[in-house]
């Protein structure tokens, strides 16, 4: 694979973006209860995953100071993307996915102007503890947001149905334990570089209660979600049976005993059970079949990152690092 264009799929994270992507996708669903537009659907995606990039390409500038002294092979540091590249691409998806939101309407530009003002306090509350992966986690229902309002031409915030509010405090939930086991395969590079996070300040035990903790409250809140929100039960629990399968796969993963590597597996079953959240969602709102082209596209992408892009160098701790005491 050409070095140039690596270094990109790299920074996009393809597991990552795409799945902020469909949780708008989700958001319009529960909106409407159902995808009734196809091209204001493609562009509530679009415009999400556009905005998401720009994030991604912001966060691997500011972080490559770091990323030059811990991980000299990402895209920046390696300088198969250059700086100058990064903060022209930061603003060109940035600038899309404004425009897209100005095509949705003013309420989705008011909604991806919060989500630029929670990604400006993620990235830069790094190593403030539980406030990163709060705001990440609140990043998430913003997102589902952004799709229920954007559904329909004229929606408001104030004017969305409590399913969508309830449906984004699951998303915040589910995201949570997600986030906060993302900061363990870094605690290395995070404590060498004195970036703090909830790792590097209060260990694994009491971090590894708490992933698990938020992995239960996930799943009971997403059991229970058809009790609150109408759905179609049975394409819903379809869907969220898998669901619900990654989700525990990825507790039992997370060992008592520290280990980075297996902290690493728990996560990647928990990349995969967004992509099956949503189609349980959509299967209860819009159909089976139109859950099954959102979400299964998405996991099949985001195995081929997994393999391809995160299993040979992504998030590898440099050895003279860890030799140096990291």
Not at 20 to 45: C, K, N
Not at 308 to 321: C, G, I, N, S
Request: some cysteine.
């Amino acid at each position: 694979m050409n070095e140039q264009l690596s270094a990109h799929l790299e920074t996009w994270r393809p597991m990552v973006s795409l799945n902020a992507g469909i949780t708008s996708v989700a958001g319009a669903a529960v909106a409407q209860h159902g995808l009734h537009s196809a091209g204001r659907t493609a562009v509530i995606f679009l415009a999400t995953v556009s905005g998401y990039l720009a994030s991604l390409y912001g966060t691997d500038f500011k972080d490559r100071a770091e990323d030059a002294r811990t991980r000299p092979h990402r895209p920046i540091p390696s300088g198969r993307l250059s700086e100058d590249n990064a903060v022209i691409i930061m603003s060109l998806c940035m600038g899309a996915g404004l425009l897209g939101a100005s095509w949705l309407g003013f309420q989705a530009v008011l909604v991806s102007c919060i989500a630029l003002v929670i990604a400006v306090i993620r990235a830069t509350t790094k190593g403030w503890g539980l406030i990163a992966p709060v705001t990440r986690s609140l990043a998430t229902g913003v997102n589902l947001l952004f799709g229920a309002v954007a559904a329909v031409p004229g929606g408001t915030l104030t004017g969305l149905r409590s399913a969508a509010w309830i449906t984004a405090a699951l998303f915040v939930v589910e995201t949570f334990p997600k986030s906060l086991l993302g900061g363990l395969w870094d605690v290395e590079a995070d404590r060498a570089t004195g970036v703090r996070t909830c790792w590097v300040r209060y260990g694994y035990q009491p971090m590894r209660r708490l992933v698990l903790a938020g992995l239960a409250a996930s799943m009971v809140f997403s059991v229970a979600l058809p009790a609150v929100v109408s759905v179609r039960a049975a394409p819903y629990y379809l869907l969220l049976v898998p669901f619900l399968v990654c989700t525990a796969l990825g507790g039992r993963d997370l060992r008592p005993e520290r280990d980075t590597r297996a902290g690493l597996s728990a996560l990647i079953w928990l990349f995969r059970e967004r992509a099956l959240l949503v189609g349980a969602i959509v299967a209860g709102t819009a159909g089976l079949p139109i859950a099954l082209a959102v979400s299964v596209p998405v996991i099949v992408v985001g195995e081929w990152h997994r393999r391809v892009l995160m299993a040979p160098r992504m998030y590898r701790l440099d050895p003279d690092m860890v030799a140096d005491g990291g």
